[in-house]
């Protein structure tokens, strides 16, 4: 919205900020004075074929500004934003714009920010050299040192969604030694709105999702694990983990173990393992907030130091509003930092999982009140057949503001049932692999309806891979799931 430098009565100062300043509102008319502006950005990236991060320390020299926005454009018509984080982007042709958020909007005299994204080039990568500040041209200089340029720090109520991705891979990581998605990937982290690999590139994994384990047990040993790795390809197995409906509230040492069972499995065939809390009915994740607690606690001291681990606290929370569901994580994800402090941790959200759409809401109540941790994503959930383009582009805003995860979709509707929606589902999928969000399939079972993989019966015989014991759904996810990942792995 402000673009343009608000009037001020503001006596100017000397030195080189308002002799700048002078010169920049030299052509206003003499009856409006017009507040001290100035600026100094450095931007740097880091880049690779096809891929760059970019980092932009934006840093004040005029009066104190309450929102900003920063403009430049791209030297080569080729470069695009694809992920941005600390700022709203846009582009048209090759400029560019980046509008500050709530929370770092306000920048005193003197006080610095830093944005960043994540960009594609097609012939060449060079930086732009010009930026603007509400409208200013930054002039001013930065003095390079060796720490970043520093935010004032947010109110604590809203931090920024994440950290940036770091502008050099660790240099300390060595190449892969294997060739299964945990050993190219080995420790996730959020970077940005990304997940990002232990070479600090962003990643998609793509996999399936368990039914719940109290009910369908018999289909997950080593022969379906086997086929999920090796045939179907997969990154990931999602541990669906009921807590009502006769499932961890029952016997919770029995599910605990089956969970570490499952990781273990999940392991050994170099995939990621999602543990889900699956909260469903009671809607309200507090009703369970102790159980989560002490599940928690019990999952992350004995996985800490597996690297293939990622923590779902809450699948669906319903009939609660956003800063329930941010008060349940503020008290669950310290339970796993206290043991596993590097683990990714996934929120669920309002209107169960929908960021807040199936509700009537959308993700601005997260952006705007984050959950106060670090390396956590956010749940998103859809059933093709049902949701479609209204929650497709909310997923695509919220895709630049906030870390995503889709941890279970259908290919039919809400009910798990149904005819599976081809068209609806290439076009959730098509959109998930262009903004490299990881996802999860309900269901990897035989189960009775048409959201399961396998036809009814198969997880009592012993054959899982290959194509004839699939149903419509379980084809159309085995071949997504089986296309080259292509891991970066420098
Ligand atoms: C469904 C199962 C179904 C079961 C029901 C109740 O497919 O067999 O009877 O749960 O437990 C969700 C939930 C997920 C649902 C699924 C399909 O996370 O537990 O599974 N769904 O209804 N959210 C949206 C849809």
């Known amino acids: 919205m402000t673009s343009i430098p608000r009037p001020s009565r503001r006596l100017l100062v000397g030195g080189a900020v308002g002799a700048l300043a002078l010169a920049a509102t030299a052509l206003l008319p003499m009856t409006n004075a017009a507040a001290a502006t100035g600026c100094a950005v450095t931007y740097t990236t880091s880049s690779w074929q096809g891929g760059f991060t970019a980092t932009v320390a934006i840093k004040n020299l005029g009066d104190p500004v309450t929102n900003w926005t920063l403009g430049f454009s791209f030297?080569?018509?080729?470069?695009?934003?694809?992920?941005?984080?600390?700022?709203?982007?846009?582009?048209?042709?090759?400029?560019?714009?980046?509008?500050?958020?709530?929370?770092?909007?306000a920048l005193a005299t003197g006080a610095s920010t830093t944005i960043g994204f994540n960009g594609s080039w097609t012939t060449a990568n060079p930086n732009p050299t010009s930026f603007t500040l509400n409208g200013t041209t930054c002039t001013g200089q930065t003095t390079?040192?060796?720490?970043?340029?520093?935010?004032?720090?947010?109110?604590?109520?809203?931090?920024?969604?994440?950290?940036?991705?770091?502008?050099?891979?660790?240099?300390?990581?060595?190449?892969?030694?294997?060739?299964?998605?945990v050993a190219i990937n080995g420790q996730l982290r959020v970077c940005g709105v990304n997940l990002c690999n232990q070479y600090g590139r962003p990643i998609q994994l793509r996999g399936m999702s368990t039914h719940g384990l109290q009910w369908f047990a018999q289909c997950y040993n080593d022969a379906s694990l086997?086929?999920?790795?090796?045939?179907w390809q997969a990154d990931l197995l999602r541990i669906a983990m009921y807590v009502q409906e006769k499932g961890y509230e029952t016997d919770p040492s029995g599910f605990?173990?089956?969970v570490n069972t499952l990781v273990d499995q999940a392991e050994a065939r170099g995939m990621y393992a999602l543990i889900d809390f699956h909260t469903l009915t009671p809607g309200d994740p507090t009703y369970n907030l102790d159980r989560a607690k002490t599940f928690f606690n019990a999952v992350s001291a004995r996985n800490a130091a597996k690297k293939n681990v990622i923590y779902e606290i809450t699948n669906e929370p319903n009939g609660v509003g956003w800063s329930t569901i941010k008060n349940y994580a503020e008290q669950v994800i310290p339970v796993i930092r206290a043991n596993d402090p590097d683990a990714v941790v996934i929120v669920g959200t309002r209107g169960w999982s929908s960021l807040g759409v199936s509700d009537g809401s959308n993700s601005d109540e997260i952006v705007n009140n984050p959950v106060r941790a670090d390396n956590i994503m956010y749940t998103f959930h859809f059933y093709a057949?049902?949701?479609?383009?209204?929650?497709?582009?909310?997923?695509?805003?919220?895709?630049?503001?906030?870390?995503?995860?889709?941890?279970?979709?259908?290919?039919?509707?809400?009910?798990?049932?149904?005819?599976?929606?081809?068209?609806?589902?290439?076009?959730?999928?098509?959109?998930?692999?262009?903004?490299?969000?990881?996802?999860?399939?309900?269901?990897?079972?035989?189960?009775?309806?048409?959201?399961?993989a396998f036809k009814p019966?198969?997880?009592?015989?012993?054959?899982?891979?290959g194509t004839s014991v699939l149903t419509e759904s379980g084809t159309f996810m085995r071949n997504r799931i089986r296309t080259p990942d292509n891991f970066p792995t420098a």
């Open 75 to 105: 030297p080569d018509s080729g470069q695009r934003v694809s992920q941005g984080w600390s700022a709203t982007y846009q582009q048209s042709g090759s400029a560019v714009t980046a509008r500050s958020l709530d929370y770092n909007g």
């Open 144 to 181: 390079p040192t060796s720490a970043p340029p520093t935010t004032a720090p947010p109110p604590p109520s809203s931090p920024p969604p994440s950290t940036p991705p770091p502008t050099t891979p660790p240099p300390t990581t060595p190449p892969p030694t294997g060739t299964t998605p």
């Open 226 to 231: 086997d086929a999920l790795a090796k045939d």
């Open 256 to 258: 605990t173990n089956r």
């Open 385 to 452: 057949a049902s949701h479609k383009d209204n929650y497709r582009n909310e997923l695509s805003r919220a895709a630049s503001r906030l870390p995503l995860f889709v941890t279970e979709f259908g290919t039919v509707t809400y009910t798990g049932d149904g005819a599976v929606d081809t068209a609806s589902s290439t076009a959730w999928l098509d959109l998930l692999d262009r903004l490299k969000i990881s996802y999860a399939n309900w269901t990897y079972s035989d189960a009775g309806e048409g959201s399961a």
């Open 457 to 465: 019966g198969t997880c009592y015989g012993g054959t899982y891979a």
